[in-house]
């Protein structure tokens, strides 16, 4: 399965960005999906992720509240919406397939990225 985000952009601390990722080349269908985010010089960060069913989501306590994470097995895709954005919440966000886990090594496939940047 091949992976790709977007939906990044600058945008001012307050406002709400929509991210979609994109799969192809495989069965999107029965993989759990994720977000991660990586933010210059720091690791990469869980962010959501959700089941292929739909049923069940997690969510990084930092985000809880203000970010939703869905999919559209139709469409192949998962979507992050992010609202009431913070300058903290400026990464680069990555796609991943396979998992629900909150830890990069539960996934062994993964997107591109793009890039959130929040101005304050």
């Known amino acids: 399965v091949q992976l790709a985000e977007s939906g990044g952009g600058l945008v001012q601390a307050g406002s709400s960005l929509r991210l979609s990722c994109a799969a192809s080349?495989?069965?999107?269908?029965?993989?759990?999906m994720a977000w991660f985010r990586q933010a210059p010089g720091k690791k990469r960060e869980f962010v959501a992720a959700?089941?292929?069913?739909?049923?069940?989501?997690a969510y990084a306590d930092s985000v809880k509240g203000r970010f939703a994470i869905s999919r559209d097995n139709a469409k192949s895709s998962v979507y992050l919406q992010m609202n009431s954005l913070k300058a903290e919440d400026t990464a680069t966000y990555y796609c991943?397939?396979?998992?629900?886990?909150?830890?990069?090594?539960?996934?062994?496939?993964w997107g591109q990225g793009t890039q959130v940047t929040i101005s304050t």
């Open positions: 991943a397939a396979g998992s629900t886990l909150p830890s990069i090594y539960a996934y062994n496939c």
């Open positions: 080349g495989g069965i999107f269908r029965g993989y759990a």
């Open positions: 959700i089941d292929w069913t739909a049923e069940e989501t």
